[in-house]
């Protein structure tokens, strides 16, 4: 057990709406990742950190911002969800560059 | 870039067979990790079997192989003695390892198994 948890692991929302996913840690490691999951994509890095305040974008990007104020918590948001962001999101931590990574049990969202 | 790809999106083997899942890649670090995850019906992201790029030997973990070969740029997974348990969405990862790299995983797309009784 990594100690991963995300929040919401379900949610509606309505279009037009902010969205925050949490994805909080208790190892204290120093990196993290958000990904969204879509049919006959795979997994698509979001945006990841490397340290506290320390963030940078991924290859889908677009639409979303995150935040690492504490070592324990990326958040993830939607400042106004649309219905391309309707998707499944995993968050990943990983203590250094090597063979370990831990996934959460993945948020799904909807956008009505 | 980095880049994976797995080119079959739907396998079928039969239970008790073996079967390969396939895998190329593409990146320009010189050192570099590969992951196989398994993903079954329920969502989660399970992780079967690594190989770092200087490994010398194939990675091994159970029913679980890495059949890499560097020079092909592939990394294959093969399940021997497959079980029912084993159906489910199987994704190709990888990571660059060097100090400037921030150890971001790119994956493929996935493939669909199903194991038949």
């Known amino acids: 057990d990594a100690g991963i948890t995300q929040s919401p692991r379900h949610k509606v929302t309505e279009t037009g709406t902010p969205v925050t996913l949490r994805c909080h840690q208790t190892?204290?490691?120093?990196?993290m990742y958000w990904y969204r999951q879509d049919p006959g994509h795979g997994l698509r890095l979001i945006h990841y950190?490397?340290?506290?305040?320390?963030?940078d974008k991924g290859e889908v990007s677009d639409g979303y911002s995150v935040s690492r104020s504490k070592t324990e918590d990326f958040l993830l948001t939607l400042e106004s969800a649309t219905s391309s962001q309707t998707s499944v999101y995993f968050c990943?931590?990983?203590?250094?560059?090597?063979?370990?990574?831990?996934f959460g049990e993945g948020s799904w969202l909807t956008v009505v | 870039a980095q880049k994976i790809t797995q080119t079959q999106p739907g396998m079928f083997v039969q239970e008790k067979e073996a079967v390969t899942l396939d895998c190329t890649y593409d990146?320009?670090?010189?050192?570099?990790?590969l992951f196989w995850y398994k993903q079954p019906s329920s969502g989660e992201m399970i992780f079967l079997i690594y190989?770092?790029?200087?490994?010398?030997q194939n990675a091994t973990e159970g029913r679980y192989s890495l059949n890499f070969q560097k020079a092909r740029k592939s990394a294959n997974l093969v399940i021997s003695a497959s079980q029912l348990g084993d159906s489910a969405m199987y994704f190709c990862?990888?990571?660059?390892?060097?100090?400037?790299?921030?150890?971001?995983?790119?994956f493929g797309q996935g493939t669909t198994l199903q194991v038949k009784p």
């Open positions: 190989q770092g790029s200087y490994d010398q």
């Open positions: 990862a990888m990571r660059g390892l060097d100090s400037g790299n921030t150890g971001k995983l790119i």
């Open positions: 990146t320009s670090d010189p050192s570099y990790g």
């Open positions: 190892e204290n490691h120093r990196y």
């Open positions: 990943a931590i990983s203590v250094s560059l090597g063979n370990t990574i831990y």
């Open positions: 950190s490397y340290g506290v305040k320390d963030t």
